[in-house]
Each structure stands twice: as C-alpha cells, then as structure tokens.
C-alpha cells in the first residue's frame, strides 16, 4: 500500500467482508481505530493516531420516508493516500461525491484533504438546507393572524428537531475545529482555509436552530394564550346567559309553586302579564349590560 495515488474505499457496515478489506486497504491501522470505524454506536468526534486520523461525523437523513433528524453516522479514516468511509445508511453527500469523480458537476477531490473538505462542506450545506425549511414553516405559522391548536404538534415537531440536531452539531463542530488545526501532510492551508469557512457556516446553524427553538416557544404560548381567550370568552358569554335567565327561573318556579292554587291562574290575561314582565325583565338587563360593557 505504499502507492501515493490517492484511494477511496466506502463501505457498508453490514457487509460481512467489512473489516477485512479495511485491513487489506490499510494493514498497519490501529485496532482502535478499527473498532471505531465499525462501531454501532456513535458520537462526532476526531482522534489523531500515528499511521492516520479517525473523524466520526453526521449527516442529516434525507432517505425517503425517513426523518431528517435521525442522522447518519459516516465513520472515515484519512492518511496521505487511503480514504476509507463506513456507513450503515445510504448519504446522500457520498453520491454527491462519487458523481463529482465521475466528471459530474464541479470537479472532485484531488487530495484526502480536499475529500475530507467536501465532505463536511456536503454534510454541512444539506443541513442547512433542513434548518431553512424549517425556519419557512415557522415564518408561514407566524404571519398567520390567527393560530389554532392544530399547529401544535409542527411546532413540538420543531423544537424536538432543533434539539436532536443541536446534540449532535455541537461536537461535530468541536470535531471539525480539531481537524482544521491538525498538522499533516495532506491537510494544506487552503484545505484549512475551507474547514474555517465550514465552521462559521456550522456555527450559523447552530444559532439558527436557537433562534428556530426560541421563535418555536413563543408561537406556542402565543397558541396557549389565544386557546385560554377563547375559553374565557365562552364561559363569560354562558355567565351572562345565566345571569339573564336566572331572574326569570325564579319568577316562573315561584310561581309554579302550587300551595293553594297557581297565582293569578283564575285571570284571563295574568299570563300576559307574567309573560310581559320577564320580557320588561330581560330587556332591562340587556341595557345594563350594554352600559356596564359586559
């Protein structure tokens, strides 16, 4: 393996030959550095060892009917002429640069620094592009005059997202900053160059999706507010409906009462005065409403 042409081998984790031809790629690999890259659980991170560097770094998931958030682990080890990327799951960013190499759209990585550069600019780019849906929705919701329950769930859906990603993101950033102030050989200065340019594209996100979960919040209790007026305005208006009609329940039982004959029951138009005088009744409270704004 001592051929300096640059070599890229990407590899599937469940296949069964997996760490074979790794060790047939790069004999003199640390087992550390095996054990991480066939790993099944993961964390972002990257370690320097003396035959190579190991960088573990995420990428949203942009497979169909999958969810953005649940992130796919890409496990890479670099040296001067060997690249080696494991995956479990198909990312997207690695057929972004498979097509690159194959004369497809801007020019591929010439260099392992350059791969390990588009890399993280792919991973990076396609998150971002997450965060500005996200952040669309959001702005859709918020210029609404008015915002039912029913947007409930897109918003919790929103913060959980901006809190899944945000856990992740944090030490790839921390990862990244490790990588662009290592000394190789084959990390040039316009490669660290690029690996800065990513870090402040990485820490936008990361104050993007603050923003996002924040904004998130105050459309939720601005939600809750709302739905508590709503509720109020109902039981005030049934209040007011029982405040009317009470007087007249009164009057109409008191004289229902049959103690020695119904009151007035032998008067040919005590009906209409009863009737009359619940109408005189009503009217008088529909005015001192009315005045007193209730």
Known sequence: MSDPTPLWVHLSIHNPGCEEMIRQTVPDIPDTALDALIAQETRPR???????????????????????????????????????TVRRRKLKTIKDIRLRLGGSGHPGP????????QLAEGLTD???DVIEVMDEDL???EERTEISSDFIPAINNMRRMCVILRRHLVPQESALVRLAGLSVDWLHDSDKDELKLILDDVH???ENMDEIKERANIVRDRISHESAEKINRTIFSLTLLAAMFMPMTFVTGLLGINVGGIPGSEHPVAFWYVAGGLLALAVFQFVMFKILKL
């Open 139 to 141: 702005e859709k919701i």
């Open 110 to 117: 010439v260099t392992t620094g350059e791969f390990v550069v």
């Open 204 to 206: 936008r996100h990361l």
């Open 46 to 84: 990257m370690e320097r060892f003396r035959e190579g560097v190991f960088i573990n770094l995420r990428g949203v998931n942009l497979n169909p009917g999958e969810d953005p958030e649940d992130l796919i682990a890409l496990r890479i080890w670099v040296t001067a002429n060997r690249v080696i």
């Open 126 to 128: 396609r998150l971002g």
